[in-house]
């Protein structure tokens, strides 16, 4: 059965299975930990390990305290596995997540992780999209008269618009009541991360593998291939294939011989 928690850093995590493994699942911007409900469904059945799903800081139930930087959010995840064995340890993160989870687990911070999984991460980004993120760090917060103006904007922000249901536990996630109206449960300032190579963190990682979806808009096969030679692509689907393709990305983080 899975339940929750508060890490020592305030993040709040849902947990569940057993045994002396472990997979960290670090969701992407704007998202929330409820994002993996679709592979932890299927973890509880199939995998012999445990698995932790943080709200990342600035997101869903987490402290929406600064600073927002990569490495902020790095050091969150190595004090959540810092009593885990670092050898039966794999990071898994989805786009933002993805950057998250190759430097949480790099030594930098702590544990050197085993493996690192990393799908639809964004490698490229123009000096237009960077200054974009920037301007969106400095805006503040908007509210909105009703709960399903909140939910509508809260799954376009994840890219879950139109792939999960506004009643699912996702959408309810991404949403916090702010006295007689509502806002994404995300803090625009984490917005302000974007900004350091992508590629140069990436290559921080142990063991990195990267995938994406071949309808993913933003990143390239190529893109990928550049940072991992042996990158791969999940056909049919889009940006979030965790959610599209659960058992595909569930194979993928799997699919280290050595894991």
């Known amino acids: 059965m899975a339940d929750q928690f508060i890490s020592d850093h305030g993040l709040e995590v849902s947990r569940g299975g057993q045994g002396a493994r472990l997979a960290v699942l670090l969701h992407g911007l704007g998202a929330n930990r409820a994002v ?11 995998w012999d390990g445990r698995w932790l799903a943080p709200d990342l800081r600035g997101h869903g139930g987490s402290p929406a ?11 969150d995840i190595a004090d959540l596995i810092k009593d885990d ?12 997540g993805g950057v998250i ?6 030594g930098l911070y702590g544990p050197r992780v085993h ?11 123009t000096a237009d999209e960077t200054a974009k993120a920037r301007e969106l760090a400095a805006r503040p917060a908007k509210t909105f008269a009703t709960r399903e103006e909140a939910i509508e904007r809260a799954l376009k922000l994840a890219g879950l618009h139109g ?4 009643a699912s536990k996702v959408a309810a996630n991404g949403i ?3 006295g007689a109206q509502w806002r994404v449960a995300m803090d625009p300032r ?4 974007v900004g350091p190579s992508v590629p140069d963190l990436l290559r921080l990682a142990p063991n990195l593998r990267l995938a994406s979806g071949d309808k993913d808009a933003m990143v390239s096969l190529a893109d990928m291939r550049a940072v991992d030679p042996a990158a791969w692509t999940i056909a049919g689907a889009g940006h979030n294939v965790h959610w599209e393709n659960p058992v595909a990305v569930w194979d993928f983080v799997k699919s280290n011989k050595d894991a």
């Not at 989870?101 to 790099?106: D, F, K, Q, V, Y």
């Not at 792939?163 to 506004?166: G, I, N, S």
């Not at 984490?190 to 991360?193: E, I, Y």
Request: glycine share 10%.
């Open 176 to 178: 916090v009541a702010e």
């Open 101 to 106: 989870a190759a430097l949480a687990g790099s």
């Open 115 to 125: 493996d690192t999984a990393a799908f639809g991460v964004k490698i490229v980004w």
């Open 36 to 46: 993996w409900s679709r592979m932890t469904e299927i973890a509880d059945r199939h």
């Open 163 to 166: 792939l999960a249901d506004p």
């Open 65 to 75: 305290r600064g600073p927002f930087g990569y490495a902020a959010h790095a050091a």
């Open 85 to 96: 064995d670092p050898a039966k340890t794999v990071l898994v993160g989805h786009s933002f």
């Open 190 to 193: 984490v917005f302000g991360a």
